[in-house]
């Protein structure tokens, strides 16, 4: 067995163990022993690493799709807690900083949305959508205290799945991490996207890449392309930050060139990989849009 192959299985064989710890666990509601093993879980994950999860055994990939499902979990937990006790001060936004991810952006969607909406946009409109209604009013008291804010955030109890009309008013849609934890089930909710979201709007999804496909499901691309999108760019970071980003457009189903409403394949998409961080890949995004637009004008 070769070094890599040896990195990998040493690997699979740590996440197994961890696995079987936390499978055992009473509750996944945050305490001293929930935190340390998930924190020992993402310091696993997260080192870059050989391993394509995606072409593991059946037994690794059973504990892989648990561990997804048990990262969930759990994240709810961790939202309920840290949303609850921001809601218990007077202006609760001004101590977000208490939640324990907030820093490296590995925020739970709806404080995702509040740091946009509060700091990076202050002039857009918010649609929050969420299957649990208790997740919903939790969001709803962390932006009582600021009126400007709470009067652009809107909170909806609905599954994106039950989403028709409402889609086609958007500019940008942001898609969960776990929103569809299994490849087919995630393939379907970027289908019915790319049916009822306006043409030309932006899609953003959030994937996984490496060891990290441990902790949330993998996004292929070619999946959101045959969704009826053109991808744009993907960027996969290397630091602390779990999530990679997938930000793609909505193909006008009745262009020139698609294939049965299908976006075409457009050669390499841009990978962007540290340093060059957010900023080369919004600088990618934005090339390929006016390739696209210069290509278009000239059909």
């Known amino acids: 067995m070769d070094a890599q192959n040896v990195e990998v299985a040493a690997l699979v064989q ?9 499978a055992k666990l009473p509750s996944l509601s945050p305490s001293p022993v929930v935190d ?7 310091m696993a994950c997260v080192p870059p690493s050989p391993v394509d999860v995606t072409k593991l055994g059946p037994d690794a990939q059973r504990v892989r799709e648990e561990l997804i499902r048990l990262c969930s979990d759990a994240e709810g937990h961790l939202e309920a807690h840290y949303a609850d ?30 740091v946009l909406a509060a700091r990076h946009l202050p002039n857009a ?4 959508y969420d299957r649990c209604g208790a997740a919903n009013d939790r969001a709803r008291k962390l932006v009582r205290a600021d009126e400007g804010l709470r009067k652009r955030m ?3 109890t609905a599954d994106v799945a039950n989403l028709t009309d409402e889609l086609h008013k958007y500019d940008v849609v942001f898609l969960a991490a776990l929103v569809g934890m299994a490849a087919e089930d995630k393939a379907k909710v970027v289908a019915h996207l790319g049916r009822h ?19 949330y499901p993998i996004v292929d691309p070619e999946d959101i392309r045959r969704g009826g999108f053109d991808v744009l760019a993907v960027y996969h970071p290397d630091d602390e930050v779990i999530n990679s980003v997938i930000i793609a457009r909505k193909i006008d189903a009745h262009a020139k ?31 390929k849009r006016e390739e696209m637009a210069t290509t278009e004008l000239s059909i």
């Open 14 to 22: 740590k996440i197994a163990a961890l696995h079987a710890d936390i």
């Open 36 to 42: 340390a093993l998930f924190t020992n879980l993402v």
């Open 85 to 114: 006790m921001l809601a218990a001060f007077d202006n609760p936004l001004d101590h977000l900083g208490r939640f324990p991810y907030f820093s490296n952006y590995i925020n739970l969607s709806k404080l995702d949305s509040l």
């Open 125 to 128: 409109l918010f649609d929050n």
């Open 154 to 156: 809107s909170f909806h």
């Open 197 to 215: 979201m306006a043409d030309g709007a932006a899609l953003v999804v959030r994937s996984a890449h490496g060891a990290r496909g441990f902790l």
């Open 257 to 287: 060139g698609l294939q049965n409403g299908h976006a075409p394949a457009r050669g390499a998409v841009p990978i962007v990989s540290p340093p060059c961080k957010c900023c080369k890949m919004e600088a990618n995004a934005l090339q």
